[in-house]
């Protein structure tokens, strides 16, 4: 569906590394061995309890880090029309950081919203058999999956113009935050996805994505237990959820949200 988060990828030098820590602070399965893709890369997915996939793991090569790549999450949109998206893209500020090109599983490039943020636009092939197979890695609820899809950046209400320009999105309300101004709530298609704030500490623009589990405390305590680091401290957000952030043994961030 146009619009909707349809895959999270981990970019990490380490995947077996990734496998021991996500196992143990999310519950995911990740395989010792990839698969390569035709761009040359080793590829795993990211199997959930249910027998679900959470999305995949790339591994970054030396190359793929000395040309500047990094570990960490990044978000997959879905559109029709991944050249359009791009030329909308481009006119309204952002920037593309890998062409679009034509893989087994879609038509997909990677770009940049107009302070830095990555994510992929992808119009994806169904799998065999399966013409109305339907993305399931993003839920309101459900454990195992992404929750929530958060941005920060520098301008709060420019990005919020960009997405929902691109997108469709809504922007439902938005949230007082005092000086750092409104927590803008983005919807799809009715359904709330995530939030676009104002960062306060000038790092560098992007998405979080929060994984659910089924106890927050509980994964909370394997982050540093293995290997991981709390960056910002487990705290209750309005609706009962409890949420923190924090960085993988690699340096990718992400986020949990849950109940205890």
């Given at each position: ?131 109305d197979a339907v993305s399931d890695v ?123």
């Open positions: 569906m146009a619009g909707q988060f349809i895959w999270y990828e981990l970019m990490t030098p380490d995947p077996l590394g990734a496998a021991a820590f996500y196992g143990a602070v999310v519950g995911w399965t990740i395989p010792g061995i990839g698969h390569d893709m035709p761009t040359g890369a080793n590829y795993r997915m990211i199997g959930r309890p249910d027998g679900g996939n959470a999305g995949g793991v790339l591994q970054l090569t030396p190359a793929m880090l000395d040309h500047g790549a990094r570990p960490l999450w990044i978000g997959y949109v879905e559109t029709p029309d991944v050249a359009a998206s791009i030329a909308q893209v481009i006119a309204a500020g952002g920037s593309v950081l890998m062409p679009e090109q034509e893989l087994p599983a879609g038509r997909m490039a990677m770009v940049s919203d107009p302070f830095g943020a990555p994510f992929y636009l992808m119009d994806p092939t169904p799998p065999p058999g399966q013409p993003f839920s309101e609820t459900a454990t195992h999956r992404c929750g929530w899809n958060e941005l920060a950046c520098p301008d709060a209400e420019a990005a919020l113009g960009f997405y929902t320009g691109l997108l469709g999105w809504e922007s439902p309300s938005a949230m007082d935050m005092g000086p750092l101004g409104q927590y803008h709530f983005i919807g799809h298609n009715g359904v709330p996805i995530g939030g676009i704030y104002r960062s306060a500490d000038g790092g560098s623009p992007g998405w979080t994505f929060y994984f659910r589990v089924p106890d927050i405390h509980a994964a909370t305590a394997a982050i540093p237990a293995h290997g991981g680091t709390v960056t910002h401290e487990l705290h209750e957000v309005p609706g009962g959820d409890w949420t923190v952030m924090a960085t993988d043994p690699q340096g990718a961030a992400f986020a949990l949200v849950g109940r205890p």
